[in-house]
């Protein structure tokens, strides 16, 4: 186990070597995990819903409403191995000039063993990452339309490797309460790395631009959510040099035919984060969501399983409202995490 964590943590350090890969261009890529419980259990993206629920404004800044003001989030994810991560927010309105949020986001490696390449050993050390973010959101007078912002302070800390950059995010949501239709598009993590892990070597951040739908039926109690990611890149395939595809009939030594309709699906689909919220009273959510490009990068051939498949629930007890999301990334094992949430205006008292 304590290899496994070595060896993830050395693909963090020198990330930058490897170009081949979707998701090993960049840094800092531990802005892109679901915090939120809900958006976890819906597949990992939510950005266009809105419903006064700060744990999930992180995502999209324009979630954020008047009604959070005072507002409390908290979110943990117990995720694989010893690595933990999670997110506490606050949110406040201010009359005339719009709505804003502070936040921590961190994620902690664990603990690993120090040791040479014979074997010595010598001591321990961590790893762990965080984002410090400042978010603003307002509604424009007149219309459906909402517009946010959030700055982001980066920082990161993997054993004697250190750095700091920063990134911004903008948010736009459209709602027409009276059809419960909703559209919203981010563009995510624009910004730099200042201080690079290795001097001379800055890398990229995960920038990435996102547009989605959701949908709730008149006198349905059931709401549809749609997200198509990575609009900035079409082709998010990766091809495995250890076993790339065959293009010649190793025998023969003709072409083989690609089918063409199912190459384009396959790259249209894994734009693609699905979920549905069943809205079963005010007080009780269950969600169900599904994530195709998760399933076809993490599922193994023999044996499909359940990655890509996510769901949970949520509940609203006094006056606190709890969500939990159960993720499964592989057949190995699931990410749960768990949110909570509170409104800091109920508990004061009606004569005050």
């Not at 035919?257 to 007080?283: C, P, S, Y």
Request: charged fraction near 20%; aromatic fraction near 14%; hydrophobic fraction near 40%.
């Amino acid at each position: 186990m304590k290899l496994k964590k070595l060896l993830f943590l050395l693909l963090i350090i020198f990330n930058c070597s490897a170009f081949s890969q979707v998701g090993g261009n960049n840094t800092y890529e531990f802005l892109n995990l679901p915090i939120s419980a809900r958006v976890s259990a819906l597949g990992g993206n939510l950005i266009p819903v809105k419903d006064n629920d700060l744990n999930v404004s992180l995502i999209n800044p324009s979630l954020l409403t008047d009604s959070m003001s005072n507002n409390v989030a908290l979110s943990y994810n117990n995720y694989f191995s010893d690595i933990n991560y999670g997110y506490v927010a606050y949110a406040k309105h201010f009359n005339k000039i719009g709505n804003f949020s502070a936040g921590i986001h961190y994620l902690d490696y664990g603990k690993f063993i120090r040791a040479d390449e014979i074997g010595n050993t010598d001591g321990t050390f961590g790893a762990n990452e965080m984002s410090f973010n400042l978010a603003y959101a307002r509604s424009i007078i007149d219309t459906n339309l909402t517009v946010g912002v959030t700055v982001k302070t980066i920082y990161s800390q993997l054993e004697s490797y250190s750095s700091w950059g920063s990134a911004i995010d903008l948010g736009a949501i459209y709602v027409r309460p009276n059809h419960g239709f909703t559209a919203a598009a981010v563009i995510k993590n624009m910004g730099r790395q200042w201080k690079p892990y290795v001097i001379g070597n800055k890398e990229k951040l995960p920038f990435e631009v996102q547009v989605g739908i959701s949908k709730k039926p008149k006198h349905v109690p059931f709401r549809f959510s749609f997200v198509y990611e990575n609009l900035e890149k079409w082709d998010l395939t990766y091809e495995d040099p250890a076993n790339p595809t065959l293009t010649v009939d190793p025998l023969t030594g003709d072409p083989i035919k690609q089918n063409k309709a199912k190459i384009f699906g396959d790259k249209l689909m894994r734009h693609m984060v699905i979920g549905g919220e069943f809205i079963v009273t005010k007080n009780l959510f269950l969600r169900l969501g599904y994530n195709y490009q998760r399933r076809v990068e993490l599922k193994i051939p023999d044996k499909n399983g359940g990655p890509g498949f996510s769901f949970g629930f949520g509940f609203r007890i006094y006056k606190f409202h709890f969500s939990y999301g159960h993720a499964i990334y592989h057949i190995a094992g699931p990410s749960n995490t768990f949110s909570i949430s509170m409104d800091l205006n109920s508990f004061t008292s009606k004569k005050n």
